[in-house]
């Protein structure tokens, strides 16, 4: 008797982000929720596509879920290792990868990210990672996912640092910059949280495309810093099928680590 | 042929890391030499420039200990787990303990970081990059500049080359003249190495150099660049690897709790680093059951035929 329960918000995260996917060929994958995201569009809606981890591996088929961006399992019964200089050389800024995964602690109504500091750069209330390789998938990456939980403190209307470029300060300046400095990717397409899926609008800014079933609209409005755009008759996110959740729960994430 | 160059991790240390050094232990979440780290602390060198693309747990327990003067990196976390406790503490100033410094930081992307090393390994002046358009990074660290292209108008960012005094690699296998042979992910060790004034490479098992010669498309590292090979069997745990053992994810996932405490980060380095002569101590002190649960099944690669030409 398979797991009856209703999707968690997670479930309908990680279940968005793998529609979003139909059709990809080659996806740069994070850990965490994308990683299982990924995994489940490669098992429903994009079999041919192929895994890229940072580490360095192209076509991974890992046989375990990864706990780390470097895990072994990335690499045992990969198409290819190779050196990061290759990968982020090659593969990347060379314009071979179709989409990218992003999150951050911070994102603002044009899809620009903040994964470096809260606060003041030299004297940061809380330090982040850094970019790692954010800040060229943001540029090179044919088209960006951003995966977030919502808050006001990461929908934020101004961002304390911006390290990795989207649709900048508006639609029109962002495509003329990526023409003019040759930037390989088209920037952020789409947005997904745990209330709902976002896209952007022909002028770069942020707008709500469906509501998940489980959230309400004042959900959404009181966990964004601005206000946010909502179409006049808000489409529901499709539930997730009874065989996605099993994938999710019995294969994908089966000890509820990332999706509970 | 020149003679071994087989020392001690003691030895090792001693000889090729000198207070002030910019020292570059780099493997990326693979193969990282906690077994140097561990040496650098138990030696006490003071005011090192650390310089790797993920710090990892071993640059927070060297700046824990009070290794370092200055972090170089692209990442700064604790992968799969979160934050890099003592970097942190070293890095917000509300966390600052009395009588302690801010860390310097000069952060880049990992495609800017893996650059620096590929222009310090060419000797070229600077390494082209598309990152870092209409990013803050350049506002905060003024050594990625823009450079215009010589045959147009097109301006890029360039970072400058990146010469470690020291670059520490961990691998499977290698000669006693240093021919390091590895598999897996392959990180920036190769381009950290050639950078680098000084090279220790460090290994699971010592083979002869017909082993090398065997399979030369596996040599990541020439003897020629290195100067001291250490055998250090489980020398990368808690990282791991490829086909010896797996990260040790459950000390990962300690080391949170532990580094988040400044005194249990200190108690812990007392015990595991302090505590212990050498790599061999620290693994018994594991006891050998521990790491028979990080052994992975075997996956062997076919074997594949060079030919004889004679």
Redesign the interface.
């Known amino acids: 008797m398979s797991d009856q329960r209703p999707a968690s918000k997670s479930e309908l995260m990680v279940v968005a982000s793998a529609h979003a996917l139909a059709g990809r060929r080659v996806c740069f994958v994070g850990?965490g929720l994308p990683n299982i995201a990924v995994n489940l569009a490669k098992r429903t809606v994009a079999p041919e596509m192929e895994l890229v981890y940072?580490?360095?591996?192209f076509g991974a088929n890992p046989a375990r879920l990864p706990?780390?961006?470097?895990?072994?399992t990335i690499?045992?019964?990969s198409t290819a290792?190779?050196?990061?200089?290759d990968l982020?050389?090659l593969y990347?800024?060379g314009g071979r990868i179709d989409v990218g995964f992003l999150g951050g602690a911070q994102i603002d109504r044009f899809g620009n990210l903040n994964t470096?500091v809260i606060g003041d750069?030299?004297?940061?209330?809380?330090?982040?990672?850094?970019?790692?390789?954010?800040?060229?998938i943001a540029?090179?990456a044919k088209e960006i996912l951003v995966i977030m939980r919502q808050s006001t403190r990461s929908f934020v209307k101004e961002l304390d640092?911006?390290?990795?470029?989207g649709n900048?300060g508006g639609a029109a300046a962002a495509a003329k910059?990526r023409a003019a400095?040759?930037?390989?990717g088209s920037g952020p397409s789409g947005v997904i949280t745990d209330l709902g899926v976002y896209g952007f609008d022909h002028d770069g800014e942020m707008a709500l495309r469906s509501l998940h079933p489980c959230a309400t609209l004042d959900e959404v409005r009181a966990s964004i810093g601005w206000e946010i755009r909502v179409p006049q008759n808000v489409p529901l996110t499709p539930t997730p099928t009874a065989e996605e959740l099993r994938l999710i729960r019995e294969e994908l994430d089966p000890t509820g680590a990332y999706v509970s | 042929m020149s003679g071994s160059k087989l020392v001690d991790m003691r030895t090792a240390i001693a000889e090729h890391v000198h207070d002030g050094d910019t020292v570059a232990i780099e493997g990326f979440t693979h193969c990282i030499s906690f077994a140097a780290g561990h040496e650098i602390i138990r030696q006490r060198r003071r005011n090192l420039t650390l310089a790797r693309m993920t710090p990892d747990l071993v640059y927070d327990q060297m700046v824990a200990a009070g290794c370092a003067k200055k972090l170089i990196f692209s990442w700064l976390g604790n992968p799969g787990v979160g934050s890099l406790h003592a970097i942190r503490r070293r890095t917000e100033p509300a966390a600052l303990a009395a009588g302690e410094s801010l860390l310097e930081i000069e952060e880049y992307s990992h495609h800017g970081m893996v650059g620096r090393y590929v222009a310090g390994a060419h000797r070229l002046p600077f390494y082209p990059l598309r990152s870092y358009s209409e990013s803050d990074l350049p506002n905060v660290n003024p050594l990625i500049r823009t450079v215009q292209s010589p045959f147009g108008a097109e301006e890029v960012y360039a970072v400058p080359p990146l010469n470690p005094d020291v670059t520490i690699i961990h691998a499977q296998r290698a000669d006693t003249d240093g021919n390091v042979q590895m598999w897996g992910l392959l990180g920036c060790q190769k381009e950290a190495a050639f950078a680098a004034k000084r090279v220790i490479a460090v290994v699971e098992e010592i083979v002869p150099t017909s082993v090398i010669r065997a399979d030369p498309n596996r040599t990541i590292v020439p003897g020629l660049i290195v100067h001291a090979v250490v055998r250090e069997p489980l020398g990368a745990h808690p990282s791991y690897v490829q086909g010896s053992y797996d990260r040790d994810n459950a000390f990962y996932r300690e080391w949170d709790t532990i580094s988040r405490d400044a005194a249990a980060t200190e108690a812990w380095l007392q015990e595991w680093v302090y505590g212990v002569p050498d790599r061999a101590a620290y693994v018994a002190k594991f006891g050998a059951d521990y790491f028979t649960r990080l052994t992975p099944t075997s996956a062997p690669s076919g074997s594949v035929d060079y030919g004889d030409y004679r």
């Open positions: 850990v940072e580490a360095g591996v706990l780390s961006i470097g895990d072994p690499v045992t019964g290792t190779v050196s990061m200089h982020f050389g990347l800024q470096t750069y030299a004297a940061p209330k809380t330090r982040l990672p850094g970019s790692g390789g954010a800040c060229e540029i090179n640092f911006r390290t990795s470029p900048l910059t400095q040759g930037w390989g």
